[in-house]
């Protein structure tokens, strides 16, 4: 495997930002008890070692190989659920998040969804003819606006001219865009969901790095929209 062309890859870089991001916002509270410190690096060491992981995975067609078992959402059930069973599963652990979700802004909580602009690369890899039209319209054309919106949401956010109403609602739809992709994916490849016999398929994004999609960028978009959406309704 050469280490370079594992380190290259722009989703690695991405994947990695989001994780420092939160990480951030996590760490933020100058009198965090020691036992949450400590459940955050936790977290963190797990999510670096899962992102390992699903490098080594993804070049070796794991996911690919496992595509009829939904392997492609392993990454989804594995972060998003280690991490509130990680930081719910304890007093300290569901305090120190209320604590750090009340200490970041609305406009970071938005900021971090900006990153999802990105999703142009996959409208450009269906133009290069290697992604079929369905994944393009149900996943990255969605993710690149809601990308576009997180900018005008991030430069209002504090203003009081979005209520938290609103605000509440474009995180639960950011949330729900993933639907769209989750499911595509799965279209043209061996799968209960297969509906597409035609190519280009969407073999590529069971293999690295778009694999790194699903298993690691996504979910932790989704983990930034819940702890935006532990703020609100706080």
Known sequence: MNTYEN???LIVWLGLTELAWIASWLLRPDDAAAGYVATVGVWIAVMLGWLVSGVVAARRDFLLKHAPRLSNLVGVALVVGFGAALFCGTEVGREGVLIAASQATHAELAWIHALRL???G???KYWQGELPLHFILLGAIPDFLF???A???AGMAD???LTPAFL???HWVGFALFTGAGLSMFFSVP???RIFETKPDSTIVFRFPMALAPNFTVPLFMLGHILALVKLYA
């Open 118 to 120: 990105l999703a142009i």
């Open 122 to 124: 996959t409208v450009i």
């Open 191 to 193: 799968s209960p969901f």
């Open 147 to 149: 990308g576009a919106s």
């Open 7 to 9: 380190l290259r890859a």
């Open 168 to 170: 509440i609602a474009w």
């Open 151 to 153: 900018v005008f949401v």
């Open 159 to 161: 203003s009081q001219a």
